[in-house]
């Protein structure tokens, strides 16, 4: 009896392997199958189409990068011409303060030398009344000296200004002219 029990074990477990074989081998066939056919759902088409945008991208990239080192070589000189531009107009505005600087300092040592011209003519003065015009007359002409020399200097502020500025607005003019952008109105 034992060895019947022995003998229908093994059976039942072959049975069970080979069951577990067979099933394996359908699934692996199954998939091999689609693996070896695939589906022609328009596949070959779109690689066709994506192939032909590679071509025309091919062909567009060197000239897209001739189009770019050209841009890129206007811009990298009009930078260098800016360098220049923005040195000379450093030196204009530099010019220009000192002349506004040195037209300052004029007007004060004038101012001084009036002031101390009507101490002497108060000095020599013969009476108090004669002393008190011209020290009104003094802050008359002060005051309207004050306002013609503020003026002028107001004048050169502005002036150099303008001419510091000047080579800046052309040079970014051009560059804009060279490179293809418009400058705003």
Do not use: H, W, Y
């Amino acid at each position: 009896m034992a060895t019947q029990t022995k003998s229908t074990a093994k059976r039942r477990t072959t049975k069970k392997t080979t069951r577990r074989a067979t099933t394996a081998k359908t699934t692996t066939a199954k998939r091999t199958k689609a693996k070896a056919a695939p589906k022609t759902n328009g596949a070959a088409t779109n690689f066709d189409g994506f192939r032909d945008f590679i071509e025309q991208q091919r062909e567009r990239i060197p000239v897209s990068t001739d189009q770019f080192r050209e841009r890129f070589d206007d811009i990298r000189t009009a930078t260098a011409d800016a360098g220049d531009v923005i040195r000379s107009s450093a030196t204009i505005a530099a010019d220009g303060t000192r002349a506004v600087n040195l037209q300052i300092l004029e007007n004060v040592q004038n101012d001084a030398n009036r002031f101390f011209e009507m101490t002497k003519e108060l000095t020599q003065a013969t009476s108090l009344r004669e002393a008190a015009e011209i020290q009104g007359q003094f802050i008359r002409d002060a005051f309207q000296q004050q306002v013609k020399q503020t003026r002028e200097i107001a004048e050169m502020v502005t002036q150099v200004s303008r001419d510091s500025i000047e080579p800046i607005s052309k040079s970014v003019g051009d560059t804009f002219k060279k490179v293809g952008l418009r400058r705003a109105a």
